[in-house]
């Protein structure tokens, strides 16, 4: 295995005796192409050519959208969600959250709830800049979605996110039902580095006793620090996030070389899976994760977890909340959606 800090990209290649030069983007499909040309017109760079307050102001996925949408003469849709800002006692301070409800609510019933954990590798994105899927949840399952602003590396290093989100758990389980909701039917949802905080939540939650979530949904998730794998080959350099930038995030997210033996980091060799909720896992074809999450819905399904897999073609990281113009992200979105809504449905919970 080929560690993160444990060598360069090249030697990566040459460990896995594969030396792909040909450009990983030319399988983008029309949609992802669209919306990748026009955040490089917005003039974003790599994350891994900039520091990380430089990089927490690049344009964004979700910024490029809304220049495709300009471009077609259409206006952002809010999706009939409205948005409430509260804040919530985490371990070292305060976190400030999102809350989206859907206008559409059934007001005769008590909606489920959705913690929805964003990506950025840890070090870049916030409930701002990640709206899109929350939105989309809200609107697609009638849940009460709250998306958390978690510490981010490098002031804050690993594992200050996962301890805020999980103090988010704890926090939505015993209060959520004063956001309207009920905290017996609430899932856990997360992108990237969010969706490798996710499952987290469910691991401890499991070994601490603690009330779990119904469903689970892992969206591309970070799963592990091996770049020898072949996604991460055949990816290196893929738009928005290719090996490097992969090598960025974790350079800025640990404090030392010891912490990438972390479990919480190495989930595809954890063996404790047993007993945790079922799984929808997203994977996007153009993206070094791809085959750490192929890995990871295996050791899920090993272990006795129910586990949903939709792979994805002609998309990158990042993918999943474009469904405005995105098709395959508005597929996924909807799947998704449908998974959720079982879930709640089947759920006899109460807290």
Not at 280 to 298: K, M, Y
Request: with cysteine; glycine share 8%; aromatic share 6%.
């Amino acid at each position: 295995m080929t560690s993160i800090h444990d060598s360069t990209i090249g030697d990566a290649f040459a460990r896995t005796g594969e030396f792909l030069t040909g450009n990983p983007m030319v399988r983008a499909d029309a949609d992802m192409r669209h919306v990748l040309d026009a955040q490089v017109e917005l003039g974003a760079k790599s994350l891994e050519a900039c520091l990380p307050a430089e990089a927490r102001r690049q344009p964004t996925l979700e910024d490029a959208v809304r220049k495709v949408l300009e471009r077609a003469g259409r206006e952002p849709d809010d999706q009939g969600v409205d948005i409430d800002d509260i804040v919530i006692t985490g371990p070292e301070g305060e976190i400030s959250a999102k809350v989206y409800r859907s206008r559409m609510m059934d007001a005769t019933a008590t909606p489920p709830m959705i913690l929805y954990i964003h990506d950025g590798g840890w070090i870049v994105g916030s409930p701002e800049k990640c709206d899109a899927t929350p939105r989309a949840l809200a609107k697609k399952t009638g849940a009460v979605v709250v998306s958390p602003a978690y510490r981010l590396a490098p002031e804050h290093k690993f594992p200050a996110a996962h301890d805020d989100c999980y103090a988010v758990w704890l926090w939505l389980i015993e209060e959520g039902a004063n956001l309207g909701g009920d905290p017996g039917k609430a899932a856990v949802v997360g992108e990237g580095a969010g969706a490798n905080i996710a499952i987290n939540i469910l691991l401890q939650a499991h070994a601490e006793r603690v009330a779990m979530p119904v469903h689970q949904v892992l969206i591309h998730p970070i799963a592990g620090l091996d770049i020898s794998t072949p996604s991460y080959v055949e990816n290196m350099r893929a738009r928005p996030i290719g090996t490097p930038t992969m090598q960025w995030f974790f350079r800025h997210l640990l404090e030392s070389r010891a912490e990438t033996a972390d479990p919480r980091l190495n989930l595809v060799e954890r063996t404790d899976f047993k007993g945790l909720p079922p799984a929808t896992l997203v994977i996007a074809e153009i993206d070094p994760l791809r085959s750490e999450g192929e890995l990871l819905s295996e050791a899920l399904h090993k272990q006795g977890v129910s586990v949903d897999v939709r792979f994805y073609e002609g998309v990158t990281q990042g993918f999943f909340g474009l469904g405005s113009v995105v098709n395959k992200a508005m597929f996924a979105q909807s799947h998704v959606a449908n998974n959720l809504v079982e879930a709640f449905a089947a759920s006899r919970r109460k807290i």
